[in-house]
């Protein structure tokens, strides 16, 4: 595998003809990093509660609307040539940007060291299942070290090599040969109308389940421009990202709570992973758990190009440094539930990107040219009552879900507010 230049500056727009990903390229990215041990487990958050019908509704509505909004978003990436972070700054100013380049990489260490725990509790699960006499194919320390190994030199490696070289080639066929496995022995092995008549148990709102859904795809806002930067087209980024993230999620969440409804009804992480290592021998979920790995890839290297933004160094030994991070970090903690995390980032970064949308594609028409300005206060301004809208309707009116309204409410102040306090757009293209 040889590895091409993998990155620019986060500050400098991708050269026209370096933009070499089309619409298959896209597909298979968003595709891949649809799929995933963590999504099948957001599936099992979602079962006990809603029930068979009601996830599957929660999931489609959820998934359905956040990767509308996610395509959008990578959208800027192809328009302007800049990453996410970078990309910020034409809508909150310079020092604007600095705050959610901050959260964002708090948040992507925090999900790289999800996922790297995620992996290591696979393959040592499965490791035990496969050698039961104790040997260290069951070691957690030594599936940490591997995993955190693999994410890092993937990131190192840089989204072209990646999606080029891997994904394409041969990653997409063997995710798809596992997702219709798992699928051919659920349909072999359960009532399919007894499965679709279990009801859940109240324990959760639909509301809750759907802003549980689209936490999902919106959870990958803060990033998608690192990689639809290096887009041919918007149309190919926006066709590509919508249609490989729906499927690939909606596939694979659903998935999660028919297993854990017919399985693993207990709705444990153990119980679901042994259902899963039940069915070909543990070959799907064997595939499945090496996808795992691009994922974290692309929190690690995401990551560090938010760390671009804050530190003027080569985004490739930054990737270095956040990969060690977080296989430190998860050599250490212990894998905790994390519907509250998922639930956190949307209250952040959902309302900063309705605040986006609005401002790149109705105030500025598409456009990366602003005057220079160190903050932008009415974006700022925007976004902070959005944030706020999304907590005083999750803590006091969960009947009616936070995340859309505060992404919908942040977006008419940046209109209103933008409208009211015009900037200037005399800079050449950025």
């Not at 958050?45 to 929660?58: H, K, V, Y």
């Not at 659920?186 to 009532?191: F, G, I, N, R, S």
């Not at 421009?225 to 919508?242: H, M």
């Not at 956040?322 to 949307?346: D, H, K, S």
Request: aromatic share 10%; charged share 10%.
């Amino acid at each position: 595998m040889s590895i091409q230049p993998s990155t620019y500056s986060p500050d400098i727009a991708v050269p026209t003809d370096k933009r070499v990903f089309g619409g298959r390229d896209l597909f298979s990215l968003w595709f891949s990093l649809g799929i995933g041990l963590m999504v099948l487990q957001t599936g099992a958050l979602l079962a006990p509660g809603l029930g068979m019908s009601g996830s599957l509704l929660a999931i489609f509505f959820g998934t359905a609307v956040g990767v509308l909004l996610l395509a959008a978003v990578g959208v800027i990436g192809s328009d302007t040539g800049l990453s996410s972070m970078a990309a910020l700054k034409l809508s909150l100013g310079n020092r604007g940007a600095s705050l959610p380049a901050l959260l964002n990489l708090l948040q992507l260490v925090g999900w790289g060291s999800f996922e790297i725990i995620v992996m290591r509790d696979a393959a040592s699960l499965l490791g035990a299942r496969a050698f039961s006499d104790g040997s260290l194919w069951s070691n957690p320390v030594l599936w940490t070290l591997f995993f955190g190994a693999l994410a890092t030199l993937l990131a190192v490696s840089g989204p072209l090599t990646f999606v080029r070289q891997i994904l394409r080639k041969w990653g997409i066929w063997l995710l798809l040969a596992a997702c219709l496995w798992l699928t051919w022995n659920l349909l072999a092995k359960v009532d399919l109308p007894a499965l679709w008549a279990q009801a859940g148990d109240g324990s959760m709102q639909f509301a809750v389940g759907f802003d549980i859904a689209i936490a999902m795809p919106l959870s990958w806002l803060p990033l998608i421009a690192d990689y639809s930067r290096f887009g041919k087209r918007a149309r190919s980024v926006f066709g590509g990202t919508a249609l490989g993230f729906f499927i690939g999620n909606l596939w694979l969440m659903s998935l999660g709570v028919a297993y854990t409804l017919a399985f693993a009804p207990s709705g444990e992480v153990n119980a679901l992973l042994l259902a899963l290592a039940g069915a070909g021998l543990g070959i799907p979920l064997l595939l499945i758990l090496l996808d795992e790995s691009e994922n974290a890839f692309a929190d690690i290297h995401s990551a560090a190009v938010s760390s671009g933004i804050l530190l003027r160094l080569k985004v490739e030994h930054l990737a270095l440094a956040i990969g060690v991070l977080c296989t430190v970090i998860a050599c250490l903690a212990p894998l905790a539930q994390y519907q509250n995390f998922l639930l956190l980032i949307g209250s952040v970064f959902a309302p900063l990107f309705g605040v986006v949308l609005v401002d790149h594609f109705i105030l500025r028409k598409r456009r990366a040219q602003v005057s220079a300005a160190n903050l932008r206060w009415p974006a700022l301004l925007a976004w902070l009552g959005g944030v706020s809208t999304y907590h005083l309707l999750a803590n006091f009116y969960p009947d009616i879900g936070a995340t859309l309204p505060s992404l919908i409410l942040a977006g008419l102040l940046q209109w209103l507010l933008g409208r009211a306090f015009s900037y200037g757009r005399e800079t050449a293209r950025v």
